[in-house]
């Protein structure tokens, strides 16, 4: 299986501007839940919240990688029989396979925000029948924060214009179906990340283990990596500390490409698990190498 890992101690950036796509949420991922499905009861909201993790976890990782990778020309093809709209995009030589490469990452980052929202505005309308159900509500609100902080956050850095201050459309309940929102400003779509995370940090204290889902751990390590990229670095290094002196981590002492073998590495803070033939896993471990050809990463 491969990963995509959050590392309090390794922080990876990467920005595109573009401005916003003109069709808002074309598809409906086969994980997502049916409208007609109430999220009346815990078992609901635990299927949302797994639509959500499955949403994301192989097309979206493959396309936010693949996406900025491909802008800034430090990928090269490997498999000449991989997706023609990749060799497009990769030599520039399409910008509409480009462009069609980020707005699917568009439309897979909205449909698990939408189904974090639904999640949000059904739990408090759930009956805590007992104190266990109570704390489990807590917590899957929190991973519905941290999922909701998660996909904004890349998306403000991928679309976020630093001309015009605009970001993405800021979207907090459930959607509405024909609805064209405007696009928010990147001051509103951070704050509205901070604040998600920041509940979230609250709503799963305590969640130290969580089958293979977002721990607190994981939100403060996105915490540290979210007030980084904000050059907020006193917070930053507060967060990162707080994970990286945990005790619930260590370094391994291999070489740097071990941490992400098919083994759950003791330096993992957050993965996305996945099989060998997922889209992530196919599209950026066989398909494509660094651009100096230097080292390989299949």
């Known amino acids: 299986m491969k990963e995509y890992i959050i590392k309090p101690i390794i922080l990876l950036g990467f920005l595109a501007c573009f401005t916003a796509c003109e069709s808002f949420l074309d598809i409906e991922p086969e994980t997502s839940l049916s409208t007609a499905l109430a999220l009346d009861n815990i078992e609901g909201v635990e299927a949302a919240i797994n639509g959500a993790y499955s949403t994301m976890h192989s097309d979206w990782v493959e396309r936010q990688y693949l996406f900025a990778e491909c802008f800034a020309r430090t990928v090269q093809e490997e498999n000449t029989l991989s997706n023609q709209n990749y060799q497009q995009a990769i030599s520039h030589a399409s910008w509409t396979d480009l462009f069609n490469t980020g707005n699917y990452f568009w439309d897979l980052s909205y449909a698990s925000i939408d189904l974090a929202n639904k999640v949000i505005q059904a739990i408090p309308e759930i009956e805590s029948i007992n104190a266990a ?40 309940a ?29 709503q799963m204290d305590g969640l130290e283990s969580n089958d293979d889902r977002a721990t607190i751990w994981a939100v403060r390590a996105l915490l540290a990596r979210v007030y980084f990229e904000y050059r907020d670095y006193e917070n930053a290094e507060g967060y990162a500390n707080s ?5 619930a981590f260590a ?10 073998s098919t083994n759950i590495s003791s330096e993992n803070v957050f993965t996305f698990l996945g099989t060998s033939i997922d889209r992530a896993a196919n599209n950026l471990f066989t398909r494509f190498s660094p651009a100096s050809n230097n080292v390989q990463l299949s």
């Open 133 to 172: 159900v109570e704390e489990r509500k807590r917590q899957l609100e929190g991973e519905a924060r941290f999922i909701r902080g998660l996909n904004y956050f890349v998306l403000n850095r991928f679309f976020g214009h630093s001309v015009n201050g605009l970001s993405v459309p800021l979207l907090t």
């Open 174 to 202: 459930p959607f509405i179906p024909g609805d064209q929102p405007a696009r928010a400003t990147i001051e509103d779509v951070k704050n509205q990340v901070l604040a998600d995370l920041k509940m979230a940090e609250l």
């Open 243 to 247: 994970v990286i002196e945990s005790g």
């Open 251 to 260: 370094l391994v002492d291999e070489d740097l490409l071990a941490g992400y």
